[in-house]
């Protein structure tokens, strides 16, 4: 078989076999601690699970649902998105439901960009965005970021990057992988400079609920002229529980939207239709249930970093939200190799930095969505003793 060349050069960020091995290893009766994946161990509201079982009696559930989403659902959606992330759309025209986040914005980057299209991503980067760019034979251009700067990319270096070629920026805010947490003034220039160069902002909204201050981030399409020129990308996998059910939304212009359908179409037709009915009897509840989730991690946020300082571990960022902290390994080069020893002699998996594509080399990713504050003691316990 011959393979399309685009999707052939796209690498396999190298998560494989870390999570294999670690499987092995338990499987022998190893203590093996995962800190790896981007999960939360927080169950989903109530009213969705129970609205799920019911709705399995009702033939309809089983058949398709609208392209975009059930009306209702979209409605809903609209409202929610207006509330929690100020985004204001016509749930007609300017939302629809997607199969989670990373199908909406893979559908977004197919609409909009051409081969050799250069797009700018603040790195280390979430590597499904870069994946998806070079899979469609775009280029993922690294806006680099560093700890000092509290992994923020700043306007000149946004602005540095843009080429006659450049047609969007993709922002993750709050961050994975370094949990960075913009600040409003930071994402209306960015985004303004955007608006300025007339690139398109795809607005990845992955983590907006898990912020650890006391407001939450700035959504771009809120900006005052940045309308037509951004879409957001939301997710309630993390900040719901619902990650196996993959459910999130798009909300943007559209004309826009009205390609993106397309997509949708001819690749998932809908999301799945019993979850966007426990979605739709999940949402009057979801503040309530986002208030406790933020709480739990903000406890592991702070225990892990107060852990990683008593052991001397100090070359990290605090994480202003999301549920990742990205830890530099001084004097370790090659942080695959870290991470497969960290495996084998103090049994934690990390994702190595490398994944995260330029800047991340020498340093690790931890998640603290699923493992609780003394299990974080360990983790640090052990990462110390491996660095040591
Ligand atoms: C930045 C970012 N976007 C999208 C996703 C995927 O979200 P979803 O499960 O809604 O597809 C993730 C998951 O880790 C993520 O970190």
Request: net charge negative.
């Amino acid at each position: 078989m011959r393979f399309n060349s685009n999707v052939l050069g796209t690498a396999m960020p190298p998560l494989v076999e870390l999570p294999r091995r670690a499987g092995e290893l338990a499987e022998q009766g190893v203590d093996v601690i995962r800190v790896d994946q981007g999960a939360v161990d927080v169950p989903p509201p109530r009213a969705f699970v129970e609205r799920v079982a019911d709705a399995l009696r009702d033939p309809n559930v089983h058949r398709y649902s609208p392209d975009p989403g059930l009306p209702e659902l979209r409605s809903a959606l609209a409202r929610y998105a207006a509330q929690r992330l100020g985004v204001e759309c016509d749930p007609e025209r300017e939302l629809i439901v997607t199969a989670g986040a990373n199908q909406g914005c893979f559908a977004v980057m197919m609409a909009l960009v051409e081969p050799d299209d250069e797009v700018l991503l603040p790195s280390p980067w979430y590597f499904n965005h870069a994946m998806t760019l070079t899979s469609l034979g775009a280029v993922p251009v690294p806006v680099p970021t560093s700890g000092e700067e509290g992994f923020t990319p700043t306007p000149d270096a946004v602005a540095a990057a843009i080429t006659p070629r450049t047609r969007g920026l993709v922002l993750v805010n709050p961050n994975n992988p370094t949990g960075a947490c913009y600040g409003d003034d930071l994402v209306r220039r960015l985004v303004e400079l955007a608006v300025e160069r007339d690139l398109w902002v795809l607005s990845d909204q992955t983590y907006h609920e898990l912020h650890y201050g006391a407001e939450p981030p700035l959504s771009p399409a809120t900006i005052p002229g940045a309308r037509d020129h951004v879409v957001t990308a939301g997710s309630f996998s993390k900040s719901l529980g619902l990650a196996g059910w993959r459910l999130g939304f798009l909300a943007g212009p559209a004309d826009l939207l009205d390609e993106v359908l397309k997509i949708q179409d001819c690749s998932v037709i809908c999301a799945a239709r019993a979850g966007q009915e426990g979605l739709l009897a999940a949402l009057p509840e979801a503040e309530q249930h986002i208030t406790r989730m933020r709480d739990t991690l903000r406890d592991r946020r702070d225990r892990l970093v107060t852990s990683l300082r008593a052991a001397g571990l100090e070359t990290f960022v605090e994480p202003g939200g999301s549920l990742f902290l990205f830890l530099r390994l001084p004097g370790v080069a090659d942080d695959m190799a870290f991470c497969h020893r960290l495996l084998e002699e103090q049994h934690v998996v990390v994702v190595p930095g490398s994944a995260f594509g330029p800047g991340g080399e020498g340093s690790i990713r931890l998640s603290f969505g699923a493992t609780p504050t003394d299990r974080l003691d360990e983790v640090v316990h052990r990462i110390a003793d491996a660095i040591t």
